[in-house]
Nanobody, 122 residues
Framework: QLQASGGGLVQIGGSLRLSCAFS????????MGWFRQAPEKEREFVAA????????YYGDSVKRRFTVSRDNAKNTVYLQMNDLKPEDTAVYYC?????????????????WGHGTQVTVSS
């Protein structure tokens, strides 16, 4: 089970930190990803992190603004979002996939959380 939290309303240039709590399986066996979906748009890859935390991956639109991390002792993955822009407004989903997953693809993940809304206002 995946439970995302931390979304909310923030002004342009602000920051938020999303958390995703993982339960029911061995967290360290899974790569973790963040995706987002804005109204009438396809789900978009945001960031991912390998099972060990040793490798991270980012979508082009969030590079140098967002940081993904994980705490395997707490079974939690985080997404620190800085310098937020209106185009970051979306529902953000966390997902878990096998260690050797295709990080950038929806199909690389087996388990999905329900999402948390992020709204960036001007």
């Amino acid at each position: 089970q995946l439970q995302a939290s931390g979304g909310g309303l923030v002004q342009i240039g602000g920051s938020l930190r999303l958390s995703c709590a993982f339960s029911g399986r061995t967290f360290g066996n899974y790569a973790m990803g963040w995706f987002r979906q804005a109204p009438e748009k396809e789900r978009e890859f945001v960031a991912a992190i390998s099972w060990s935390g040793g490798a991270t991956y980012y979508g082009d639109s969030v590079k140098r603004r967002f940081t993904v991390s994980r705490d395997n002792a707490k079974n939690t993955v985080y997404l620190q979002m800085n310098d937020l822009k209106p185009e970051d407004t979306a529902v953000y989903y966390c997902a878990a996939g096998p260690r050797d997953t295709s990080y950038y693809s929806n199909y690389g993940y087996d388990y999905w959380g329900h999402g948390t809304q992020v709204t960036v206002s001007s």
